[in-house]
């Protein structure tokens, strides 16, 4: 993978302004991959020399529309449920109030929100947190956010805030295998690196995300759908795990340039079969699944234009 991807340059420090920056994740996760897999695609052939496309590493959904709305980064990976509470200026993003500007531009695969717990820790089922040591990512990840959604319908069935630590994504295995919390909690395509080692590295076990909490929940946001992690794709997890799941969108703001956008769209779907390629969480995508539904919010008119010029949207 890492070979496949190298084409495009990860960098975390300021950029030249002829750069097309796209904010993507941690590495270890699978929104930094796939940024650079979309990076790949834009710069394939040449044809953008002179506006070569950078992913920039972060810390997740949140911290990437910041970055876009900013004008920081032209592009950024986000969970629709953040990207949703971005646009309507909820949860992290209240204090700046809504974001009329923000654009989708691409969907892309479902991310499970996923619960892993040590394995002598008798944790198997969401409510089984309360009491716990529960480690999240810090401020900038999307999953918190979509950790205060479950927990409102769960109540006081699970861990109360203060058994809860905050560690940077690449930390949370390593908190987890340490002994310094009970279950680590994130939200990601499947497979993945980060549940790969700790699964492997501490005999981690994935937790159950379901139950009536579960169904009231789905039942009353539509940006959540039921999901499931495959049974066998992981070390010592044999049984499919159900729990809530979003999708990976690929977000902008309304001040990007409509030709810009175009190409991007235009890049990824007409290396279609090479894209899907370079990440399995890509590899179950469907062409017409990578239209967004823009019932989050808008699409940009520059992703538009191509959509309806190849007939993908009417």
């Known amino acids: 993978m890492a070979s496949t991807v190298a084409g495009c340059t990860t960098v975390s420090v300021a950029l030249a302004p002829t750069s097309v920056t796209l904010a993507t994740g941690t590495p270890g996760g699978v929104y930094h991959p796939v940024g650079s897999a979309i990076c790949q695609m834009f710069d394939l052939g040449g044809a953008h020399q002179a506006m070569p496309c950078v992913a920039v590493s972060s810390d997740g959904s949140v911290a990437n529309i910041r970055r876009v709305e900013s004008g920081d980064a032209n592009f950024g990976l986000s969970q629709t449920d953040v990207a949703y509470a971005a646009f309507h200026g909820e949860g992290p993003f209240a204090a700046a109030g809504p974001d009329p500007k923000l654009r989708v531009l691409i969907a892309l695969y479902r991310e499970a929100f996923t619960v892993v717990a040590g394995a002598d820790t008798g944790i198997r089922d969401f409510q089984d947190l309360r009491g716990k040591r529960v480690g999240l990512g810090t401020s900038g990840v999307g999953y918190n956010f979509t950790y205060d959604v479950v927990l409102g319908f769960y109540g006081s069935a699970t861990s109360s ?12 295995n390593q908190a987890l295998c340490g002994n310094k919390v009970d279950a680590i909690i994130f939200e990601a395509g499947h497979p993945n690196g980060l549940t790969q080692e700790a699964t492997t590295d501490c005999r ?100 538009l234009n191509y959509y309806r010029e190849v007939g993908l949207l009417h």
Not at 161 to 168: D, G, K, N, S, Y
Not at 207 to 224: E, F, K, M, Q
Request: proline letters at 12%.
């Open 161 to 172: 805030p203060e058994r809860v630590l905050e560690f940077p994504p690449a930390e949370q």
């Open 204 to 303: 981690a076990r994935l937790v159950r995300v379901a139950g009536p909490p579960i169904d009231r929940l789905l039942a009353t946001h539509s940006d959540y759908l039921a999901t499931v992690i495959p049974g066998g794709m992981y070390a010592g997890n044999p049984e499919s795990i159900p729990t809530i799941g979003t999708q990976a969108v690929l977000v902008t703001s309304s001040n990007q340039p409509d030709e810009l956008c175009y190409a991007v769209v235009k890049a990824v779907i007409e290396n279609f079969a090479d894209f899907r390629r370079l990440h399995p969480a890509l590899a179950t995508l469907e062409l017409k699944d990578m239209v967004p539904s823009g019932s989050v919010i808008p699409i940009h008119p520059g992703a």
